[in-house]
């Protein structure tokens, strides 16, 4: 039945309203219970999320915790080698000359001549100078005229005692048979021993005389001053016409002499290298300004005691230098090639431990780390030298840790044979 009017359209309306109330309440019920639901599940999602994420975190602590415990770490190691039997002692020094002399003028004058100035390359034997002395002059010929008289005396004091030497032989057998007297011969005994007196002192003033002149005559011949020996004139303090005194204490200091075919050094060598120095060892010689060119020489002398205060010992080195390269005075070093007398080791630098234990390496046996102590000899820069605590071929870890123990494992990765 249809109802077409406005009374019927009206009920509809109200009558559908009525439903729709009475369906509200259930609605916003099941709403409600599907919101608690989803709520629910919300909740129980995070949970075992966290709880999911706690668990696999604990699970990862774990994990780290097994690995640290199991992880064996890999190290570098190096080997250790014996020293050479050589041990190179490398030492500051300065160049001499090996002969100097300075000479002193032995004659009183005044320069006539000067041969030589500095810097000039003299022979043995070569003048120098030459000192003019007209007092020295006079003194020479008034000794040679004195000389000549006492010689004429002697001559006449020779011929006086002939004289009577042979008037007493003449006479001595008359005497002994008595047919005269001692005292009417010519000359008797006394008289004859009175003229060989008097010649024995003729004789005495000729040789005092002929030593005089002789002393003169040196004097005379130190007016040419020469050299001793050859070498370099390195100073000079006279010039033509300079006055020269020769006296024992106060002569005048006229050229130093050197001689540069052969050059010397001297160097004070350590204790802890002096033990196995001898003459004879070799020894190389460094000037700064000549990089390209070593000099080599060898040890000559030695002193036999250490000097007390620096405990090192005074040693001397003689270098050839026929090309005259070196000149006295020069700094240089000097490399000794010194026979080892003690055993030693050579260990990286990067392997040296220093902590309240002392110094100490790590060496790696059969993968497990044993520290031991050392006594390092000498500091070599990227090497130490060592007498105790390692033996030839020990593995010894190159830049340990600082948490590495005693009994820790590791893994060697690299050896590195020191050089």
């Known amino acids: 039945m249809n109802f077409n009017g406005p009374f019927d359209s009206e009920q509809v309306s109200e009558t559908d309203r ?3 109330r009475e369906a509200s309440p259930a609605k916003k019920r099941r709403g ?5 639901l989803g709520l629910v599940l919300v909740t129980t999602a995070a949970l075992a999320s966290g709880a999911w994420s706690h668990y696999a975190q604990q699970r990862q602590i774990d994990a780290n915790a097994r690995q640290e415990q199991d992880f064996i770490p890999q190290v570098r190691v190096a080997a250790v080698q014996p020293s050479d039997d050589i041990d190179l002692v490398t030492l500051p020094a300065t160049t001499s000359a090996f002969a100097s002399a300075n000479i002193f003028a032995r004659a009183s004058g005044y320069i006539a001549e000067r041969e030589v100035d500095i810097g000039d390359h003299v022979k043995q034997g070569q003048l120098l100078a030459e000192i003019v002395a007209p007092e020295l002059d006079h003194q020479i010929a008034q000794a040679e005229a004195t000389l000549a008289q006492l010689r004429w005396a002697l001559t006449q004091a020779e011929a006086n005692r002939e004289l009577a030497k042979v008037t007493w032989d003449r006479d001595r057998p ?3 048979k008595g047919w005269v007297t001692a005292q009417q011969g010519t000359i008797d005994e006394q008289t004859l021993k009175a ?4 010649v024995s002192v003729a004789q005495s003033n000729v040789t005092a005389e002929q030593a005089q002149l002789q002393v003169l005559q040196q004097q005379k011949a130190y007016q040419r001053v020469v050299a001793p020996f050859e070498g370099v004139i390195t100073q000079r303090n006279i010039d033509v016409g300079s006055l020269v005194q020769a006296d024992a204490t106060s002569s005048t200091f006229m050229f130093t002499l050197q001689q540069g075919n052969v050059i010397r050094t001297q160097l004070f060598v350590p204790q802890d290298a002096a033990f196995g120095l001898k003459p004879g060892i070799d020894a190389v ?6 990089p390209d ?3 080599p020489g060898n040890v000559t002398r030695i002193a036999d005691a250490l000097q007390p205060g620096t405990r090192t010992l005074l040693t001397e080195v003689d270098i050839p230098n026929p090309d005259r390269t070196l000149s006295s005075g020069i700094y240089c070093t000097v490399e000794l090639h010194i026979p080892r007398k003690t055993p030693s080791f050579r260990i990286s630098a990067d392997a040296v431990i220093f902590n309240q234990g002392g110094l100490q390496v790590a060496v790696v046996e059969s993968g497990v780390v044993h520290l031991r102590k050392i006594g390092i000899v000498r500091d070599l820069g990227r090497e130490v030298e060592v007498n105790s605590g390692v033996k030839r071929g020990d593995q010894v870890i190159l830049n340990p840790s600082v948490d590495l123990a005693e009994g820790a494992r590791v893994r060697t990765s690299l050896q590195i044979a020191t050089s």
Do not use: N
């Open 195 to 198: 003229q060989e007196a008097a």
């Open 174 to 176: 008359l005497v002994d």
């Open 285 to 290: 010689v460094h000037v700064p300004e000549i």
């Open 32 to 36: 409600a219970s599907i919101a608690g």
């Open 293 to 295: 060119r070593a000099f």
């Open 18 to 20: 009525d439903a729709e």
